[in-house]
T-cell receptor, first 111, second 114 residues
């Protein structure tokens, strides 16, 4: 059974600091996704990671994938208040359409 | 181009009542999905439709039925609502041939069952 774990579940950080969110998954997967969700809103796609060693960057966020370790990271550089949200990773069981989501990391950036 | 739309936005049901959540997409995507999100949890897949004419169970299908009405529309039906089905329901769509199955989500339906 494919399981996805994120840590930390909650993260409170000061503006200007760096931090990393981790996403571990239990079996091989074709693809890994990162999403952002603002309170009371829907999910917004951030990154799609397709292969071992893939790295994607957008602004202060950088995502990477290590398929051998079954680990993806979402690194936040010099956090700003606007990054406060819940971040989810999701993986797809190989050969299927079944997306399995992590429980999310609620990020709060303090001014 | 509205993307993925869902109706209604909010709904309150009494235990035992039935209702249908509607979802439509205008991106010509082949695949559509229904998820539920409970407080403090990630999304859990209820049902999906890989293409028009097909539907399959996800992680938590019990108590739900779906219909892929056409390529644009995918509905979720609760035949006899239970308090455990109180949740936020999201519909999503994706196109396997483009964008690496990236999913686009609707705004959600907040359902309360009393």
């Amino acid at each position: 059974e494919l399981k996805v774990e994120q840590n930390p579940l909650f993260l409170s950080m000061q503006e200007g600091k760096n931090y990393t969110i981790y996403c571990n998954y239990s079996t091989t997967s074709d693809r890994l996704y990162w999403y952002r969700q603002d309170p009371g809103k829907s999910l917004e796609s951030l990154f799609v990671l397709l292969s071992n060693g893939a790295v994607k960057q957008e602004g202060r966020l950088m995502a990477s994938l290590d398929t051998k370790a079954r680990l993806s990271t979402l690194h936040i550089t010099a956090a700003v208040h606007d990054l406060s949200a819940t971040y989810f990773c999701a993986v797809v069981r190989g050969g299927t359409y079944k997306y399995i989501f992590g429980t999310g990391t609620r990020l709060k950036v303090l001014a | 181009n509205a993307g993925v739309t869902q109706t209604p936005k909010f709904q309150v049901l009494k235990t035992g009542q039935s209702m249908t959540l509607q979802c439509a997409q205008d991106m010509n995507h082949n695949s559509m999905y229904w998820y539920r999100q409970d407080p403090g949890m990630g999304l859990r897949l209820i049902y999906y439709s890989a293409s028009e004419g097909t539907t399959d169970k996800g992680e938590v299908p019990n108590g739900y039925n779906v219909s892929r009405l056409n390529k644009r529309e995918f509905s979720l039906r609760l035949e006899s609502a239970a308090p455990s089905q109180t949740s936020v329901y999201f519909c999503a769509s994706s196109e396997p041939a483009r964008n690496y199955y990236e999913q686009y989500f609707g705004p959600g339906t907040r359902l309360t069952v009393t």
